[in-house]
Nanobody, 125 residues
């Protein structure tokens, strides 16, 4: 069984930065990927970033490209989402999720096997 625990959410002023962490415990396949999703009240869940554990290759949604950076520390089984130049519309609950399969492309917003409980990010204007 895999557990994912997010941390690092909070309140930040527009233009500020936050770094989310997602610590994974359990059996994690080295070729799997971790994804970051967000969901704002009344809106659909959005796949914003992804990273492969082994190669470190990344994916970013157009809405965050150039502002968000996804990285991982394999030794700690932890993935990070550095969020810069935050905007009020980035306010949402952010979730990390693990895809333990070997066949899905990093751009796929589906196929996640495990989810964290979420971290609330609030960006004040």
């Amino acid at each position: 069984q895999v557990q994912l625990i997010e941390s690092g959410g909070g309140l930040v002023q527009a233009g500020g930065s936050l770094r989310l962490s997602c610590a994974a415990s359990g059996r994690i396949l080295s070729n799997g990927r971790m994804g970051w999703f967000r969901q704002a009240p009344g809106k659909e869940r959005e796949y914003v970033a992804g990273i492969r554990w082994s190669a470190g290759s990344t994916y970013y949604a157009d809405s965050v490209k150039g502002r968000f950076t996804c990285s991982r520390d394999n030794a700690k089984n932890t993935v990070y989402l550095q969020m810069n130049s935050l905007k009020p519309e980035n306010t949402a609950t952010y979730y990390c999720a693990l895809d333990s399969s070997l066949g899905l492309p990093i751009t796929a917003p589906w196929g996640m096997d495990y989810w964290g409980k979420g971290a609330l990010v609030t960006v004040a204007s």
